[in-house]
């Protein structure tokens, strides 16, 4: 079963440029998490989001609740964002369902 | 410093030999729960807790026990492990933002586990 989708599975992108990750998923969900895995394999969260959009820094997470999408931008990306972008939603049962994850490149 | 640790960080072992991996997080957290990532398949949730004696099954909970005896801990038991176990474990832990669920994850280091 495949609760969770995300596109593209591997990115490759020149510093500087503008990167989209998408998650699309087919349940109804409580809010949806966007993690970052490092190349050590360290898992770090970005974002926990419910409705709208968030801003960190050079991330932005948004999502639409309706079309059961979200979309993690990166602006002006560097090769210190090479990573695995996950993006897991939580079930109104506490229950976790993650995506496989975008391997992301980003080449100086 | 607020963080989750595991222990141990490698583990070898072999099929049948009982083995607990520990989880202790310092923050207070009321959530914890446990994954397991394999490669193609990711992150997938094997238990998780909403507090003290309260826990519940994940997506793939056959083969493994938890118990929350204490809100700081949250160990992981293979009673009989077997090859299909090998894995990358994780656990984390959040505080709850009410009825609404866990808020953002902190995660510890990942513990590697081999059966043989």
């Known amino acids: 079963k495949n609760e969770v989708e995300q596109s593209p599975q591997n990115l490759t992108a020149q510093e500087g440029e503008f990167i989209t990750i998408n998650c699309s998923y087919s349940?109804?969900?409580?809010?949806l998490h966007w993690l970052q895995q490092h190349p050590g394999g360290g898992i770090v969260s970005l974002f926990m989001?419910?409705?709208g959009k968030k801003k960190h820094g050079r991330l932005i997470a948004t999502i639409n609740i309706q079309e059961k999408h979200s979309s993690l931008h990166i602006t002006a990306s560097h090769p210190r964002d090479s990573a695995v972008y996950i993006c897991a939603v939580l079930l109104t049962g506490n229950q976790f369902y993650f995506g496989t994850g975008t391997s992301l490149t980003v080449i100086p | 410093e607020a963080q989750v640790t595991q222990n141990p960080r490698y583990l070898i072992t072999v099929t049948g030999k009982k083995l607990t991996v520990t989880c202790s997080q310092n923050m207070n957290h009321e959530y914890m729960s446990w994954y397991r990532q394999d490669p193609g398949l990711g992150l997938r949730q094997i238990y998780y807790s909403m507090n003290v004696e309260v826990t519940d099954k994940g997506d793939v909970p056959e083969g493994y026990k938890v118990s929350r005896k204490e809100k700081r801990n949250f160990p992981l038991i293979l009673e009989s492990p077997s090859p299909n176990q090998t894995s990358l474990y994780f656990c984390?832990?959040?505080?709850?933002?009410?009825?609404?669920?866990?808020?953002?994850?902190?995660f510890g280091p990942g513990t590697r586990l081999t059966v043989t």
């Open positions: 984390a832990s959040s505080f709850l933002r009410g009825v609404q669920g866990p808020y953002e994850q902190y």
């Open positions: 989001l419910s409705s």
């Open positions: 349940v109804g969900i409580s809010a």
